[in-house]
């Protein structure tokens, strides 16, 4: 008995190793798409009363996410936490009708959102990349396809600079913090 129970974790092992060497795959993939670590957690407040705009720092760009769209931020499902990662490493998160905003560096990045509560689910994640150039402003927004069935619950798409304008005084500024 303790022969073929051996016998069996050998020949298991490929098949175990596979599917661990496989997550680790998808958790690289992700991070690739601009995603951060799936550890890491955000409690998110809202305020709807200050609209805050981002001023760029020396040498860097300003980029907001706003998460403005009924499905991408939860109203028909509660009130889930939207992450925002860039460059594989997560950097804010957003509720339902909020934003936020971050500096970045010049040149080539990814940026990524994905439901904190579903963040393994590729349809409740969207990544896209753009090129920061110092000084600019970017505005991307999370955003429900109109056919979900086309791939994917959820998009992250660019937002004209006049429309963000528009966004900032409807939306409701977040402040977040690691949950412990």
């Known amino acids: 008995m303790r022969r073929t129970f051996v016998v069996a974790l050998l020949l298991a092992s490929p098949v175990l190793a596979h599917v661990v060497f496989a997550q680790d795959d998808a958790a690289k993939a992700r991070m690739n798409a601009g995603c951060g670590p799936d550890q890491v957690k955000f409690d998110v407040k809202t305020d709807k009363k200050h609209h805050p705009a981002g001023q ?3 040498g860097k760009a300003v980029v907001y996410v706003f998460g403005d769209t009924d499905v991408d931020n939860g109203s028909n ?3 889930l936490t939207t992450r925002i990662g860039i460059d594989g490493a997560w950097v804010g998160a957003n509720k339902f009708k909020s934003y936020f905003f971050f500096p ?3 040149g080539e990045h990814r940026v990524c959102t994905n439901v904190q509560q579903l963040s393994k689910s590729r349809e409740w994640s969207a990544a896209t990349t753009f090129s920061a150039e110092p000084g600019k402003v970017y505005y991307f927004r999370t955003k429900t396809p109109d056919h979900p069935n086309s791939g994917g619950l959820v998009k992250l798409v660019p937002v004209d600079p006049a429309e963000a304008q528009l966004l900032i ?3 409701a500024y977040s ?4 949950k412990k």
């Open 56 to 58: 760029a720092e020396a």
């Open 77 to 79: 499902i509660g009130t």
């Open 104 to 106: 970045a560096s010049p």
């Open 169 to 171: 005084a409807a939306s």
């Open 175 to 178: 402040t977040f913090q690691l």
